[in-house]
């Protein structure tokens, strides 16, 4: 099933051809800049718990800063 998911997506990914018009009256992104960047981590289990605050310091350091979700409970991948 996972080997199908590129295929099935390719029209879509990484760009979506429908949305890639800037919406009416958009000014554009601060300093003129050509895109945005969205780092997200999901954390699943304590050994990444115990790694956030270094990956963040490393991060920061880079000029980044990124979302940390942590899961609540085990769920299945499908």
């Known amino acids: 099933m996972l080997q199908r998911k590129p295929y099935l997506y390719n029209d879509v990914w990484p760009i ?3 949305n890639s018009t800037p919406p009416e009256n958009w000014q554009g992104w601060p300093d ?4 945005a960047l969205v780092l997200t981590h999901d954390v699943e289990n304590i050994r990444g718990l115990n790694k956030c605050r270094e990956l963040a310091k490393i991060e920061e350091e880079l000029g980044f800063r ?3 979700n942590f899961v609540a409970a085990d769920y299945e991948v499908r």
Do not use: E, L
């Open 32 to 35: 003129s800049k050509k895109f």
């Open 16 to 18: 979506n051809a429908n």
């Open 66 to 68: 990124s979302s940390f």
